[in-house]
C-alpha cells in the first residue's frame, strides 16, 4: 500500500504473524521462554520491591527524630533490603559459576536452550 508518506510494509510478514524468532523450532521451546520470561520478571519485581522499601526506610529514618528504636527499626530495613538485592544478584552469579564449571559455558542455565533431533 502507499499513502502520502511512502510504502507501508506489513511488520509481521506475508504470511501473518511470524513468531518464529520467539519460540524457535526445537519443541518445547516455548516453554523454556515463558520460564525464562517469568524468571527475568520476578528479578525485575524483586528490584522494584528493594528500592521501594529502601525509600520507606530511608523516610523512616529521616523521621526517626533521634529515637533510638526507630532509627535501629530503620537500619534493619535497610540492610534486609540490601541482602535481599544481594540474593537475588548472587543467584545469577552462582549460576553462571556453576554453569561454568559444570557446563563450560556461562550461560548455559541462565538462557537454556532445548536440542532436539
Given at each position: 500500500m502507499i499513502f502520502q508518506f511512502g510504502a507501508?510494509?506489513?511488520p509481521f510478514g506475508?504470511?501473518?504473524l511470524n513468531v518464529t524468532g520467539l519460540a524457535g523450532t526445537a519443541s518445547g521451546s516455548g516453554l523454556?521462554?515463558?520460564l525464562n520470561n517469568l524468571i527475568k520478571f520476578v528479578i525485575v519485581v524483586a528490584g522494584l520491591y528493594t528500592f521501594w522499601n529502601l525509600i520507606l526506610a530511608g523516610y523512616g529514618f529521616m523521621s526517626a527524630g533521634g529515637e533510638a528504636k526507630a532509627i535501629e527499626k530503620a537500619w534493619?530495613?535497610?540492610w534486609q533490603s540490601l541482602m535481599g538485592l544481594l540474593v537475588v544478584a548472587g543467584s545469577f552469579?552462582?549460576?553462571m559459576i556453576f554453569g561454568w564449571l559444570i557446563f563450560?559455558?556461562?550461560t548455559?542455565?541462565?538462557a537454556?536452550?532445548?536440542y532436539t533431533p
Open positions: 507501508i510494509s506489513d506475508p504470511s501473518g523454556v521462554i515463558i534493619a530495613k535497610i552469579v552462582l549460576a563450560q559455558d556461562a548455559v542455565l541462565i537454556p536452550k532445548i
